[in-house]
């Protein structure tokens, strides 16, 4: 539980530092905290750079695998960064790392409104 502290601390002390650089955070979704402001791109998210190099090179190169597999501490972003690829692949400007998280497809997605193609499966316990 320490490790996931220190981790939180990390991410709140990195958000305030982009923050102060003029980045905007946006209010989206319903539901708790982590619902209304979760990141909808790749430039949003905070940490995880090694993950989010390799989903944007995954863009880049038009090259997706069939299927991810994400591990480690709760919340330290897997759920998110699962969420960020599939509004890339479904978003209606094409896909990206990158989407506009404003048209139907993103909206849907982000709200959790029935949006079907990819199936969430929590493994936790």
Known sequence: MEELRLHKAEIIARLKTEISRGCSVVKRGTGDFT??????????????????RIIAKIFKENCVPHS????????????????IIELGLNCEKGPSSEPCCECAACNSIIKRNGYAPAREINAGG
């Open 35 to 52: 619902q209304v402001y979760r990141p909808c791109r790749i430039s949003e998210m905070v940490g995880n750079e090694e993950a989010k």
């Open 68 to 83: 991810l597999f994400f591990h480690g501490l709760r919340g330290t972003g897997k759920t998110t960064l699962a969420r």
